[in-house]
């Protein structure tokens, strides 16, 4: 194994439950319920592009919704969440260990590039990505495999030689289409789905040395 390639959202920061949240909270205030089953099933890939929101909302309680003050409102809040979610457990260890052992280190999110460098600058860990691929790099993203077949080609290793770190079964399915090793780590949202298909399943990156997964993923 030559390389990782991280998630993003939900693997390195959890940017999905305040979003989450935000949602929940204007459902409630309309007197709905945002289900977090719904919601977990289009995270992680092009599903959620074609749910809207509002348009849920309006046939859950049949009537039209002011979108503009929603979207002020639920901006604000989803920020004020989103401020205050740390870098993941795991993550740090496992960035700065591949650095250490001389992995390339890649990044595969149906994201924007402005969305996720903005974070990783944020965070600080934009220098550790020798490769960052995002939905402005492809034509179709997760659960389609050419964010992770591109970050490979740039990084320039063969999908065989790659860990691929998601939270998602959109991540999942991509990945495995790419041809590579997959270790899971499932968030709150997530962890209700089926991953079947991955090849390691973890509570979260602490739970595992990345040495002890490299020799997994060899194994295999």
């Not at 940017?15 to 319920?33: C, N």
């Not at 099933?41 to 009537?63: C, M, N, Q, R, W």
């Not at 990044?107 to 220098?127: F, I």
Request: hydrophobic fraction near 40%; aromatic fraction near 8%; proline fraction near 5%.
């Amino acid at each position: 194994m030559k390389a990782l390639i991280f998630d993003f959202d939900g693997l390195i920061v959890d940017t999905e439950i305040p979003d989450y949240y935000s949602w929940q909270e204007v459902y409630r205030d309309h007197g709905a319920e945002l289900p977090i089953e719904l919601w977990g099933s289009i995270v992680g890939g092009s599903g959620a592009s074609d749910f809207e929101p509002h348009v849920y909302l309006e046939e859950l309680t049949g009537k039209p919704v002011d979108r503009e003050d929603i979207w002020i409102k639920r901006r604000k809040s989803y920020l004020e969440h989103l401020e205050s979610q740390p870098v993941l457990p795991g993550v740090q260890q496992y960035l700065d260990d591949a650095k250490e052992m001389g992995l390339k280190i890649g990044l595969a999110s149906s994201s924007t590039q402005c969305w996720v460098l903005g974070h990783l600058r944020r965070l600080g860990l934009l220098e550790y990505f020798e490769a960052i691929t995002t939905s402005d790099d492809v034509e179709v993203t997760k659960p389609d495999p050419a964010l992770f077949l591109l970050a490979a080609k740039r990084m320039g290793v063969k999908p065989s030689e790659v860990i691929v770190l998601e939270d998602s079964p959109n991540g999942v399915e991509g990945a495995k289409r790419a041809g590579m090793y997959v270790a899971v780590v499932p968030n709150q949202l997530t962890a209700q789905l089926e991953m079947g298909q991955a090849d390691q399943r973890l509570g979260s990156l602490a739970e595992m040395p990345l040495q002890e997964l490299l020799e997994k993923a060899r194994a295999m």
